[in-house]
């Protein structure tokens, strides 16, 4: 079975700086998606980027990026010039037959 | 956009009710889902729908059932609610082929306590 891993239960920035969150799955199979999710406070939750494993290219999304290593598996995501409106939880997923998700990172991103 | 609506944003119920979670779409999408979100324990699947009257079970269906009688409509219920089932719960939509593996389109989710 598919097993998606965030070892970073919450993360602070400051705005303006740039951070990372890490993501590592479990999976045999070749063909697969990989999705960050935003969940902002009270709010709904919204896709941010989506990696498709068959291209070697990152995905990219203005300030929102992603470093995809396939052999490794992992599937980072990197948020350049934070804002405030950035902070929110951070979901990890990875889609195939069926769609697992992280346990989330808190971001919280101070003035 | 798709616009994913729920019935209700905060519920409070007692041990034993039955509960109905109502979900909304309105943009014509297949694939409909009810999750769990626990924290520490991230999003977990209870049902799903790639049709109407049609359903397959997740991951943690147990002490769950789903209705989808119309296309863009998809309830949950609970068919005696106990404490454990308190929770964050989410629906969401995917358009079409695609199914689980395609992105996903989610409601605001519902809050719900059971005392």
């Known amino acids: 079975a598919q097993t998606v891993t965030q070892s970073q239960p919450e993360m602070s920035v400051q705005e303006a700086e740039t951070v990372t969150l890490s993501c590592t799955y479990d999976t045999s199979e070749n063909n697969y998606y990989l999705f960050w999710y935003k969940q902002p406070p009270s709010r709904q939750m919204i896709l941010v980027i989506r990696?498709?494993?068959?291209?070697?290219q990152n995905a990219t999304e203005n300030r929102f990026s992603v470093n995809f290593q396939k052999a490794a598996k992992s599937f980072s995501l990197k948020i350049s010039d934070s804002q405030l409106g950035d902070t929110a939880m951070y979901f990890c997923?990875?889609?195939?037959?069926?769609?697992?998700f992280g346990a989330g990172t808190r971001l919280t991103v101070k003035p | 956009d798709v616009k994913v609506t729920q019935s209700s944003r905060y519920l409070v119920k007692r041990t034993g009710e039955k509960v109905f979670l109502e979900c909304v779409q309105d943009?014509?999408?297949?694939?409909m889902f009810w999750y769990r979100q626990d924290p520490g324990l991230g999003l977990r699947l209870i049902y799903f729908?790639?049709?109407?009257?049609?359903?397959e079970k997740g991951d943690i269906p147990e002490g769950y059932s789903v209705s989808r009688e119309k296309k863009e409509r998809f309830s949950l219920i609970l068919e005696s609610a106990s404490t454990n089932q308190t929770s964050m719960y989410l629906c969401a939509t995917t358009l079409g082929a695609g199914g689980r593996a395609d992105t996903q389109y989610f409601g605001p989710g519902t809050r719900l306590t059971v005392l």
């Open positions: 997923a990875f889609g195939n037959n069926d769609m697992r």
């Open positions: 729908s790639y049709d109407v009257k049609m359903k």
């Open positions: 943009m014509d999408h297949e694939n």
């Open positions: 990696q498709e494993a068959y291209k070697q």
